[in-house]
């Protein structure tokens, strides 16, 4: 299993960045895909998460009505579209799936999650 996350880079506030998680010889079905970020000095926290098969999806507040994950119609890519960026969003974001989770939310602490890719930077200038 490998996740491979891209999409990052440098924008001024108030802009967007589409970060994508692309799964290599498997697919998202029957995983809770999350977006995580850690910021220098900060603890790695979850921001998104989608249930692929349902579509359920949670956000931490932070980020509600700015950020949208979503997915292909194939459920190999997973989608983290981030608008209205603020210097604070400044961080860099991991993708991580886990396996068959239930439960009223997708939102998920690092420890839980199975499988991780590599970071992509993040830089949102004031």
């Known amino acids: 299993v490998q996740l491979q996350a891209s999409g990052g880079g440098s924008v001024q506030a108030g802009g967007s960045l589409r970060l994508s998680c692309a799964a290599h010889?498997?697919?998202?079905?029957?995983?809770?895909v999350s977006w995580f970020r850690q910021a220098p000095g900060k603890e790695r926290e979850a921001i998104a998460c989608?249930?692929?098969?349902?579509?359920?999806?949670d956000y931490v507040e932070s980020v509600k009505a700015r950020f949208i994950i979503n997915n292909d119609n194939t459920k190999t890519t997973v989608f983290l579209q981030m608008d209205a960026l603020k210097p604070e969003d400044s961080a860099v974001y991991y993708c991580?799936?886990?396996?068959?989770?239930?439960?009223?939310?997708?939102?998920?602490?690092?420890?839980?999650?199975?499988?991780w890719g590599e970071g992509t930077q993040v830089t949102v200038s004031s």
């Open positions: 010889r498997f697919t998202f079905a029957h995983f809770d």
């Open positions: 989608i249930r692929v098969n349902d579509g359920l999806t």
């Open positions: 991580a799936a886990e396996k068959d989770v239930t439960g009223e939310s997708c939102l998920r602490d690092r420890y839980d999650m199975d499988y």
